[in-house]
């Protein structure tokens, strides 16, 4: 069973639920920004002009409360054999990620406060933080729009970092972030191995998935 708070070896189950429910919260938010640029603000339909800034709030405060649960937990050990250029990059892509996902609401909110409105989560009207004001609007709504680009920018490396993990280095950096799923005691120790070389890791993936049985009996 996945334990409730994270350990060395992997994420509890309150960060996993963080994770992918956020996931899911930041493709639909993306899917309706998007929709509201293709037509245009004012002329967006109504359930994005209502689901945007909610979901958006909802997802800034799912991230500061996520990253206060990261902060009160141990995090799980890099696997030894990614060598210290890549951990460098995963660092740099999750703190990006939390830093992207946190400030994009923000400015979401003060872009809404300069148009003149009062942002609305769920039907609630939330206070202004800056008062009527065509110039932040502007400056605020071109933030807004190079944010989300960062966004799918990091999480294209973000995903990429995952696969190569799943197919490549075969540890158990992605089972022990999917829902429910156990480590392997073969991926564990694989984790735990001396550091290797990733372009033998990448030959040898290409030499077992790409060369029949028979072939290799021959
Ligand atoms: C993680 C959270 C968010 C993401 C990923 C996101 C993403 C986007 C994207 C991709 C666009 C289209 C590009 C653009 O027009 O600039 C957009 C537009 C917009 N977003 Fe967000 N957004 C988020 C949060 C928010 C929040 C919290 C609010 C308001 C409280 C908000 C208000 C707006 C508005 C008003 C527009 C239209 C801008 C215009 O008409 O120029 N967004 N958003
Ligand atoms: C909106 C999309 C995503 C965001 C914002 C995101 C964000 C993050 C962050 C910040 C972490 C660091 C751990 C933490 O503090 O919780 C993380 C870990 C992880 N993510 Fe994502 N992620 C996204 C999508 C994905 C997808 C689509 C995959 C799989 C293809 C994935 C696979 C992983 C894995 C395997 C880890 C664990 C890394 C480790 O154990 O060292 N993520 N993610």
């Given at each position: 069973?996945?334990?409730i708070?994270?350990?060395?070896?992997q994420?509890?189950?309150?960060?996993?639920t963080?994770h992918?429910?956020?996931?899911?919260?930041?493709?639909?938010?993306?899917?309706?920004?998007?929709?509201?640029?293709?037509?245009?603000?004012?002329?967006a339909?109504?359930?994005?002009?209502?689901?945007?800034?909610?979901?958006?709030?909802?997802?800034?405060?799912?991230m500061?409360?996520?990253?206060?649960?990261r902060l009160?937990?141990?995090?799980?050990e890099?696997p030894?054999?990614i060598?210290?250029s890549?951990?460098?990059?995963?660092?740099?892509?999750?703190?990006?990620?939390?830093?992207?996902?946190?400030?994009?609401?923000?400015?979401?909110?003060?872009?809404?406060?300069?148009?003149?409105?009062?942002p609305e989560?769920?039907?609630?009207?939330?206070?202004?933080i800056v008062?009527?004001s065509?110039?932040?609007?502007?400056?605020?709504?071109?933030?807004h729009?190079a944010?989300?680009?960062?966004i799918?920018?990091?999480?294209?490396?973000?995903?990429?970092?995952?696969?190569q993990?799943?197919?490549?280095?075969?540890d158990?950096?992605?089972?022990?972030?999917l829902?429910?799923?156990?480590?392997t005691?073969?991926?564990?120790?694989?984790?735990?191995?001396?550091?290797?070389?990733l372009?033998?890791?990448?030959?040898?993936?290409?030499?077992?998935d790409?060369?029949?049985?028979?072939?290799?009996?021959?």
């Amino acid at each position: 069973m996945t334990p409730i708070r994270n350990t060395h070896e992997q994420w509890g189950s309150i960060q996993r639920t963080f994770h992918w429910g956020i996931v899911l919260l930041v493709l639909i938010q993306l899917i309706f920004g998007f929709v509201i640029y293709s037509v245009g603000g004012k002329g967006a339909p109504e359930v994005a002009r209502f689901w945007h800034p909610s979901l958006g709030i909802t997802i800034g405060a799912l991230m500061l409360l996520r990253l206060g649960w990261r902060l009160a937990n141990p995090i799980p050990e890099t696997p030894r054999d990614i060598v210290p250029s890549m951990q460098g990059i995963s660092k740099f892509t999750h703190y990006g990620l939390y830093a992207l996902l946190i400030l994009q609401p923000l400015v979401g909110y003060v872009l809404v406060s300069a148009f003149g409105h009062s942002p609305e989560w769920f039907g609630v009207a939330m206070p202004p933080i800056v008062g009527k004001s065509p110039h932040i609007a502007h400056v605020f709504g071109y933030m807004h729009g190079a944010i989300a680009f960062l966004i799918l920018g990091f999480l294209a490396l973000h995903i990429m970092g995952a696969l190569q993990h799943e197919l490549v280095l075969r540890d158990n950096v992605l089972p022990r972030m999917l829902p429910g799923l156990a480590m392997t005691p073969e991926r564990q120790a694989r984790q735990e191995g001396d550091t290797v070389d990733l372009r033998n890791a990448v030959r040898t993936w290409v030499r077992r998935d790409n060369v029949t049985p028979s072939k290799r009996a021959g």
